[in-house]
């Protein structure tokens, strides 16, 4: 009886890997993501240059939606991988997704059209705790299986090589007071609390 019990134990533990395994495997759904189309290079919106106005004027807040920064990431990055898993599946693109509270950091391989291309996010909040600005790691998913963010410590190369290559952007939208997600938009606010009330 215990033999029986233990192989049913089996059993179910190989179908829940191999259920893993294929979730893992299929691609996330984006169409509901905004701005994916790639953007010409000199047709990129001009983020940098409003967020770097308003941190200088400080005198109303900044509202970018989701397809601006989408289109602006997919003109500037330029990623690639070194090695065999690079001709395998080759860096494609990286793309945002603002919901009230939290953003998705989404990563794609292997490129939209060909048939297996491989998928990841993270979703994240970003809160001010007196002068500096605490960024939390929510969740996470591969393809379409959703994890833990203790699962998700295999994407933190390439989310320290992105942030290396978004390091001027990064840096003008922690000078303002205040970063707010909303529903397809983030709302950046350099004025003080004194001053908005």
Not at 160 to 176: G, K, Y
Request: proline share 5%; net charge positive; with cysteine.
């Amino acid at each position: 009886m215990l033999r029986f019990a233990y192989n049913i134990f089996l059993v179910a533990w190989f179908g829940l890997c191999t259920a893993a395994v294929i979730q893992t495997h299929r691609a996330a759904d984006w169409s509901k993501l905004k701005g994916l189309d790639h953007a010409a290079k000199n047709n990129t919106p001009p983020l940098m240059d409003r967020m770097e106005q308003t941190v200088w004027r400080r005198n109303s807040s900044l509202e970018l939606s989701e397809e601006d920064v989408n289109r602006y990431l997919a003109a500037t990055i330029a990623g690639h991988q070194v090695g065999f898993t690079g001709s395998l599946k080759p860096f494609d693109r990286v793309a945002l997704d603002f919901e009230p509270g939290v953003a998705r950091i989404c990563l794609a391989w292997g490129g939209a059209n060909e048939k297996h291309s491989t998928t990841a996010s993270l979703d994240f909040t970003v809160k001010r705790e007196g002068g500096n600005f605490v960024v939390e790691v929510q969740s996470g998913a591969f393809g379409r299986l959703p994890l833990p963010r203790g699962l998700m410590s295999p994407l933190v190369p390439g989310l320290q090589s992105l942030s290396e290559s978004l390091r001027s952007e990064i840096h003008t939208v922690f000078q303002m007071n205040q970063i707010r997600f909303e529903k397809d938009k983030v709302i950046l606010d350099p004025r003080s609390e004194t001053v908005k009330s």
